[in-house]
């Protein structure tokens, strides 16, 4: 997560002190200048370091003054191995301790600060890890003239040694001003030591001193030190208070010196003598304190003179150097001053940046950091008394919000384009090499810092130039660091344990499972990535789990638990799962949402699991979710106190949640949960739908709302929403509400595949909200208001109660069980409103079995459908009834299978029986009945035998066949049945009039017969009568009664002894009469018709049975032509004694031609008689194929008819 380097650092907010009163001191005093010890350490560790330097300092001192090493102040070998011996002798131990150690990863004494990232440099050398070090190991061991170290290693030498006490011990920066830099960097050169002796490089230095004293006492005289900086005016005036006394020019030319005639006096014992150090891009020694020194002498054209009155520095340049090293560019007052400070004492940028540049980046730095300050003030940043990243965005926020304040922070912290640096870039990239925290400090510490104003995108600052910088995380811990002085601990890369201080610490985890033990004090964590172990300890401890799934206990006090981002933003953004376990137990404990749309992820959690008192979205913008995961959570509110807008949401599983006593927003989530909302009006949110899948659709949720205040209600959001119930009522969930009236398209309230209940009786519904059952035998109900149900899959029971209820219905059987709705029961009890079923999709079945106007239903609408919509009953006896009920559209009733009833109302109706033996009543209205399917087909094909009972006056009724070889199943049927058509015109093939095993009546007269159709009276003593058409009748098994009526008829008696009465009257007859099997009767016409004429029909016994074939005249004229097939011999009869002319007299012979095939055989009937004379022929006979017939083969005595009717006369008033 972070960029910092693992360790602990802390901020030495005061400089440390040596107090021996000599050189070594120096030792001490660099503690808190070492920007690389404070970047690097605890202020404790330095602090310690520093205590044990001056201990060991005081040791020495000791040491000199009992040996008489001090007295002329510069130490020899001898000396110094006298010192070691006393110091052995009498102070070992406690130099020992002092001098400390770094074994087992614990450091003391002087360890504490020796190589720990200390930069200053002496004459090459490492100032405390060298120097110092080397020094310190005084009370050491001496083998072969060097020091040995604590682990017996040779260290320093004692010639070295005595040296550095040499130069040491005496003090040459006495000014207590910056101008002590100068003298302190010439003792240190690196360069001076190769080619000057000691002795003079200590004189330089102690001229140089005097003369910054000089300057100083002048800066004071001439007032130029009133705004802190240091002009060219001041400079002008600072030379002309100089020499305006001749003793203190004369003091000053001395102090100066020269170094003619081969002899160096004053500062010119180390000017030009090989010093190296370089600031500002110029020798420090040679140039820059060279240039300073010539202070005195006279300016001319903006120039010093030097001692030979050549030109040297420039007054300008005097001041910025001057400048430089006395002006004190921080004034905050606050910790934000350490960067200023080290911006001007960091050796990298001194080293080749122009004084002025330093000056003005330290000075823009400054102001951005007083811009800072005052955003924490305008926003509160640090109520809580840390900066996290929310406050960043604050104060980011608020930096923006002004132009005028945006502008004045763009130009403070500059830029560098076009070779032009300004504001803080003078000194941003420009070789600055103080670390802090692992960072450059000037380059990405304090740069990142100084990004606060630029936009944030993906929890990063950008740069001027729109890339991404620092982290808001890096920078908050930065601020936290420099301005509240916290401890800083930064974990490692791998897993780490992080331990706090007594102190109020600031602990960062990076991207392992870390374990954090805060301590006492008030502790801002920050775990960073990975599943944590964090305990707070004691105290008021700021906790952020930060990513992964953390272990959280912040012990005693007021512990707050803070949480930002969000499951939308990645991985990167939400903080994870995290468990609360609160052990203290003094204080409030609490969860805090800060930012945006926050995410709190949570399990398993409860006051009682937590000791969590609070969760405070307060200052939270949009909405903050309390989220579980995939499992099965339990997200419990009740006795924990909940602030701004927060919605509990079990995201996956079947989870469980409860509110507490306030108004409470509760979303479900995926899976069946159970809500309970508690007291107050608890809001239950649900979105998505079963299209979407399962990430979509909320799953069936238990709403059981124990609260007894307040509204509680289901809130739809989104579109076409689909709120999962199987067992609702406002008795079991105490629900009050559901409201879609802030969703788009269709909200259902939708069952499972269970039988469910959903009972909306005493719950308000707002906006477009359908009831669906889904699958399962479901009992819906609706309210007093307009309601939409739809039953959906499974055989359900449907209530809409009062008001205009909808019932929707789609799909149908032929799309199978996951499509046909079931069929469902209509119980409609309201008494207000227009209850209707609406038929929506592609043709439609509305299952239906037992069904009437007393449902409650007053319309059936199919007129928002296609194709055909049917009233579809099942396997049973159904009772479908229209009666009453409006029906519009192209609607089918169809009884299906079973012995079904089927009524229509008083409009055209469509009827169909479907299987079984149906009883149809279309009413009034011209109705249609249709049939298909046939006896071949078997009995999930045939449609049964139908009873048609049509009660309407009104309009044509009709059969109708569609299909092929269609068998419409008839028992007794005559136009009496309120049917005016049979219709086969569409169907294929032939159409059935089929009779069952029984004694079927199937009466045609009256009915108009259209298409291919034939009755069939099937088995039994079938009364088949046709009508006007040209009719095929077909006794089949039985002895049947065939009556042609009117129009060319083929009547066929089939097996039985069967009559066949002919035509009534059509003229050019060609009917076909078929005996079929069984002694027949065939009757070619009978009474009180006045012409028959048959001419060209044909006669047929089939079987061998003994047919009787019955001529029957009339009143008026007959005319008979016919062929008579399959005449047997001795077998079957013709009778003549019924052949009446038109007066109804028996016929004369003469007038009657017998032949038999082709005419060339006549018959006679008495001896010598024959059948022909000179008149015409009214009846011709001819017996195809027929031999040797004779008399025996007529009749002429009374005919014996079927069924034992006595004549035909009978016969016909039978039927």
């Known amino acids: 997560m972070s960029s910092n380097k693992a360790g602990r650092f802390s901020m030495l907010s005061a400089p440390v002190t040596g107090t021996t009163g000599t050189g070594l001191d120096q030792l001490v005093d660099a503690v808190f200048s070492d920007t690389g010890l404070s970047g690097a350490n605890m202020a404790t560790d330095l602090l310690g370091g520093a205590a044990a330097a001056d201990g060991l300092n005081q040791i020495i001192l000791d040491a000199a003054a009992a040996t008489g090493a001090a007295t002329d102040r510069i130490f020899t070998a001898s000396e110094v191995i006298a010192m070691n011996a006393w110091i052995r002798e009498h102070r070992l131990p406690e130099w020992t301790a002092l001098h400390g150690d770094d074994e087992g990863a614990e450091e003391t004494g002087f360890h504490l600060i020796q190589n720990d990232g200390g930069n200053l440099k002496y004459r090459g050398d490492a100032l405390f890890d060298t120097v110092a070090d080397g020094i310190y190991h005084l009370g050491f061991e001496i083998r072969d003239n060097r020091f040995l170290n604590e682990d017996g290693d040779a260290n320093a030498s004692v010639n070295q040694v005595a040296a550095w006490l040499t130069q040491f011990f005496t003090d040459h920066s006495r000014t207590a001003s910056g101008l002590d830099r100068i003298t302190n960097l010439i003792m240190a050169d690196a360069g001076l030591p190769m080619k000057t002796l000691e002795a003079e490089i200590a004189g330089g230095a102690d001229a140089a001193n005097s003369i910054n004293q000089l300057i100083m006492d002048g800066l004071t005289a001439v007032g130029a030190l009133g705004d802190g900086k240091v002009s060219t005016a001041d400079v002008i005036a600072l030379n002309a208070w100089i020499r305006a006394d001749a003793t203190r020019l004369t003091r000053f030319i001395e102090l100066h010196g020269d170094d003619e005639n081969g002899s160096e006096t004053g500062y010119h014992l180390v000017q030009n003598d090989g010093a190296t150090t370089r600031f500002f891009g110029k020798n420090l020694v040679n140039t820059v304190a060279d240039g300073v020194y010539h202070i005195g002498f006279e300016i001319v054209d903006g120039r010093f003179r030097n001692e030979d009155g050549d030109a040297n520095a420039t007054v300008s340049d005097v001041a910025d150097w001057l400048n430089y090293f006395l002006s004190d560019a921080s004034s905050t007052g606050t910790g934000l001053d350490r960067i200023v400070d080290t911006i001007k004492v960091d050796a990298g940028l001194a080293r080749n940046s122009p004084a002025a540049d330093i000056d003005g980046g330290a000075g823009a730095a400054n102001a951005l950091n007083a811009l800072i300050l005052e955003g924490i003030a305008a926003t509160g940043a640090m109520a809580d008394s840390w900066i996290t990243s929310t406050d960043l965005e604050a104060i980011n926020a608020w930096l923006r919000a002004d132009p005028m304040r945006l502008a004045r922070f763009i130009e403070l912290h500059g830029d560098d384009e076009n070779g032009s640096e300004t504001g803080y870039h003078l000194v941003q990239n420009d070789g600055a090499n103080t670390n802090y925290f692992g960072q450059n400090l000037v380059n990405t510490v304090a740069d990142g810092i100084y990004h606060i104003g630029f936009t944030i995108e993906n929890g990063r600052f950008l740069n001027e130039d729109g890339d991404a910088n620092a982290t808001l995380a890096d920078v908050a811990s930065w601020l936290n660091y420099f301005i509240k002085g916290s401890t800083l601990v930064i974990g490692a890369d791998a897993a780490s344990l992080l331990t706090g201080t007594d102190g109020a610490d600031q602990i960062i985890g990076q991207w392992n499972a870390d374990t954090i033990e805060a301590g006492a004090g008030d502790d801002l964590v920050n775990a960073g990535y990975g599943n944590d172990l964090i305990r707070g300890g004691d105290g008021d401890d700021l906790l952020l789990g930060e990513g992964g799934d953390d272990t959280m206990d912040g012990g005693n006090g007021s512990d707050t638990y803070q949480v930002t981002g969000n499951q939308a933003g990645g991985w990167s953004s939400f903080g994870g799962f995290d468990t609360y376990a609160d052990t203290g137990a003094l204080g409030t404990d609490r969860i805090v949402a800060t930012g945006t749309d926050v995410d709190i992820g949570l399990r398993n959690f409860s006051a009682a699991l937590s000791s969590i008192e609070e969760i405070d979205a307060s200052g939270a913008t949009g909405t903050v979710r309390l989220v579980g995961d995939w499992s099965a959570d339990t997200i419990d509110l009740r006795g924990i106190t909940v602030l701004g807008n927060v919605v509990v949401d079990g995201y996956h599983g079947n989870d469980t949640l409860f509110g507490n006593n306030a108004d409470n927003t509760l979303r479900g989530g995926g899976g069946d949960d159970t809500l309970n909302g508690g007291n107050g009006s608890d809001t239950y949110l649900v979105s998505g739908n079963q299209a979407g899948g399962w990430s979509s659709f909320a799953g069936f949720d238990t709403y059981a709302d124990t609260g007894a205040l307040g509204t509680d209600r289901i809130v739809a959001t989104g579109t076409d929403v689909d709120i999962g119930l199987r067992n609702f009522s406002a008795a079991l969930s105490s629900i009050e509400e559901i409201d879609a009236s802030g969703a788009t398209g269709t909200v259902r309230l939708v069952g499972d595949w269970s039988a469910d209940t959903i009972d909306l009786r005493g719950v308000t519904v707002l906006g477009n909200v359908v009831v669906d059952g889904y699958h399962g035998n479901d009992s819906l109900f609706g309210n007093d208001a307009d309601n939409t149900l739809r039953g959906g899959g499974g055989d359900d029971t449907l209530n809409g109660g009062n008001g205009s209820d909808t019932y929707l219905v789609s799909g149908n059987q032929a799309g199978g069980w996951s499509s046909f709705a079931g069929f469902d029961t209509y119980a409609d009890t309201g008494a207000a409103g227009t209850d209707r079923i609406v038929a929506t999709g592609v043709d439609v079945d509305i299952g239906l079995r037992s069904f009437s106007a007393t449902s409650g239903i007053e319309v059936i609408d199919a007129s928002g459908a296609t194709g055909t919509v049917r009233l579809l009953g099942d396997w049973s006896a159904d009772t479908i009834d229209l009666r009453g009920v409006t029906v519009l559209g192209n609607v089918v009733v169809d009884g299906y299978h079973g012995n079904d009833s089927l009524f229509g109302n008083d409009a055209d109706n469509t009827l169909r029986g479907g299987g079984g033996d149906d009883s149809l009543d279309g009413g009034n209205g011209a109705d249609t009945y249709l049939v298909s399917g046939n006896q071949a087909g078997g009995w999930s094909s045939f449609a049964g035998f139908d009873t048609y009972a049509d009660t309407g006056a009104a309009g044509t009724d009709r059969i109708v066949a569609s299909g ?70 077909g006794g089949g098994n039985g002895n049947d009664l065939l009556v042609g009526g009117a129009g060319q008829d083929a009547l066929d008696g089939g097996k039985g002894n069967d009559l066949l009465l002919g035509s009534q009257g059509l003229p050019s007859g060609r009917e076909l009469f078929v005996g079929g099997t069984g002694n027949d009767r065939i009757a070619l016409a009978y009474n009180d018709h006045s012409a028959v004429d048959i001419r060209g029909g044909s006669l047929s016994g089939k079987d061998g049975s003994a047919d009787l074939i019955t001529l029957v005249g009339t009143r008026g004229a007959l005319a008979f032509s016919a062929m008579v097939l399959d005449f047997e011999v001795g077998k079957d009869r013709i009778d003549l004694s019924q052949l009446r002319d038109a007066g109804n007299n028996v016929m004369a012979l003469d007038d009657l031609l017998i032949s038999t095939g082709g005419g060339n055989t006549q018959i006679g009937f008495a001896a010598g008689v024959h059948a022909i004379d000179g008149g015409s022929i009214d009846v011709q006979i001819t017996l195809v194929g027929v031999t040797g017939v004779s008399a025996s083969a007529f009749s002429f005595g009374a005919p014996t008819l079927p069924w034992g009717l006595a004549a035909l006369d009978t016969a016909l008033g039978y039927l």
């Open 964 to 1033: 092929a070889d269609v068998d419409i199943g008839l028992r007794s049927f005559s136009a009496t049945s309120g049917i005016e058509v049979i219709d086969a015109s569409g169907a294929t093939g032939t159409t059935r009039l089929v009779g069952d095993w029984s004694a079927d009546t199937i009466d045609l007269r009256g009915v108009t017969v259209l298409g291919n159709v034939v009755v069939d009276g099937a088995s039994g003593d079938d009364r088949l009568i046709g009508g006007t058409s040209n009719d095929v009748l």
